[in-house]
């Protein structure tokens, strides 16, 4: 992955997280559920960087 790959990726991983939290508050979900959802939502995005890296079952989007 490239530097630029890397830096959309992360922007792109940022944004995720920003309207996860945006929508937990929207919908006043009780805070165990959003723990759960945000550790969901941090496997998947630690398996797709094991991936791109090439150790791990990752998930294979390329962004760039």
């Known amino acids: ?7 959309i990726a992360l922007v792109i991983i940022g ?10 508050g929207a919908f006043g979900i009780p805070d165990p559920i959003a723990t759960v959802i945000y550790v969901i939502l941090v496997l998947i995005i630690l398996f ?4 791109q890296l090439g150790v791990g079952p990752g998930f294979n989007i390329r962004l760039m």
């Open 48 to 51: 797709w960087i094991l991936g």
């Open 15 to 24: 944004v995720i997280f920003w309207a996860v939290r945006a929508l937990i």
């Open 1 to 7: 992955m490239s530097l630029i790959g890397l830096l």
